[in-house]
């Protein structure tokens, strides 16, 4: 597999533990957050620079919706928060550095809930790795995605469908640890049932923080 994928830790969290996180993030639907996005592929202002094509493809508006439910909703020893600090020094080993709890409670361990409708548009991410753990599949639809792309003009062959999107076989209980600033990714629109899947965020050092922007734009907060 492409070195999208830093690690795949297949069936690491067991079934019984992907169901207690399932009923975690379940029970705590009052108080999901709805994120509506409109954004880049780059998540950037935008450019002016380059050709007419390139301009265009640096400018085009992608759409990502889903309901999120972030750490600070959770109590400090959910079942979300245990699995995040036993993972710490596994995704430290993996990626070679030294790792911290995230500085921002709210996005050390988050929930995202994938309803009918929603997707993850296209785009690369700002930080250097991610780590994602599936906890269910919707019905059709919800893919995590990927592609492999040296120029603007090939992330615009994906943005356009031209380019197929390579997907990621990806199971409840499995853990990705992904390179995600370096290659574009998406999770395709659902269209029946509903994915389920828990972010873990850290930091590379101890005060890592989320500027106030951010914590408006992803959270609400």
Not at 84 to 96: D, H, N, S
Request: aromatic share 10%; net charge negative; with cysteine.
């Amino acid at each position: 597999m492409s070195s999208f994928v830093l690690r795949h830790l297949k069936g690491f969290v067991t079934p019984s533990k992907v169901d207690l996180l399932l009923k975690e993030c379940i029970s705590g639907k009052g108080r999901y957050f709805h994120s509506l996005e409109h954004h880049n592929a780059f998540l950037n202002e935008g450019n002016a620079s380059g050709t007419e094509e390139e301009r265009a493809i640096q400018n085009q508006k992608l759409t990502s919706e889903k309901l999120i439910l972030d750490g600070e909703e959770l109590d400090e020893e959910s079942h979300a928060a245990e699995l995040y600090y036993r993972l710490l020094p596994v995704v430290g080993e993996i990626v070679g550095k030294e790792l911290f709890p995230h500085g921002d409670r709210m996005n050390r361990n988050y929930y995202n809930s994938f309803e009918v409708g929603h997707q993850l548009g296209w785009h690369f991410d700002n930080s250097a790795f991610g780590v994602n753990i599936l906890l269910q599949n919707a019905r059709a639809g919800g893919i995590l995605q990927y592609g492999i792309t040296n120029s603007v003009t090939e992330v615009g062959q994906y943005l356009s469908g031209v380019r197929p999107p390579i997907p990621v076989p990806f199971f409840p209980g499995d853990v990705i640890i992904f390179n995600g600033s370096k290659y574009l990714h998406s999770v395709s629109r659902v269209t029946d049932g509903t994915r389920i899947n828990l972010i873990f965020c850290y930091g590379t050092s101890p005060d890592e923080r989320l500027n106030d922007s951010t914590k408006r734009q992803f959270f609400g907060k």
